[in-house]
């Protein structure tokens, strides 16, 4: 029973990646700081964009792994102007200082660079996620884990989803700094 469940999520989340993204509506989250962020204050800057959470026991340690990694790449080419968003998929359990804990555990290169959000409800970010990023957002009914996309998105200065990558195994580092890099030209 369990893998035709794993089947029918992976076909429902394959579904959803194919049908495109749109521009990401408007949010007011609070982040690792205990600071607000919304998508207005991201204006006229690019980001990168993903969903963990920091009581995870699967893929978010090396999505965070890989995203702190990207950085460094991304540093060292020369970018300087983007930020990083990632939205807890459990809001509920996931403070700001719990947040700020995890994010101490990575060799960030610029934390500064950085906000892990919160300050919403479960379903809040499950919506968001479906609607934003065509992404599946999912409490496990069996366990105290959250089910969830393993992508990082690309989000152009005007808050559109231009891009979708792998960030658990194979990310294509250097496919999202030049694409990052065309939208600073």
Known sequence: MKWKWAVLLSALMLFLAACGADTVEEFNYTDHRGEQLSKEDLEGTPWLATFVFTNCETVCPPMTFNMADLQKRIEASGLSDYKIVAFSVDPKEDTPEKMR?????????????????????????????????????????????????????????????????????????????EDMQQLTQ
């Open 101 to 177: 804990e995890y994010l101490s555990h990575y060799p960030i290169p610029d934390e500064n660079k950085w906000h892990l959000l919160t300050g919403y409800s479960q379903e809040e970010i499950a919506e968001f996620a479906t609607e934003n990023f065509k992404s599946l957002v999912k409490n496990d009914p069996n366990s105290d884990q959250v089910i969830h996309g393993t992508s990082f998105y690309l989000v152009d200065q005007q808050g559109e989803v231009i891009g979708n990558y792998d960030g658990f195994e194979n990310v294509p580092a250097k496919e999202i700094i």
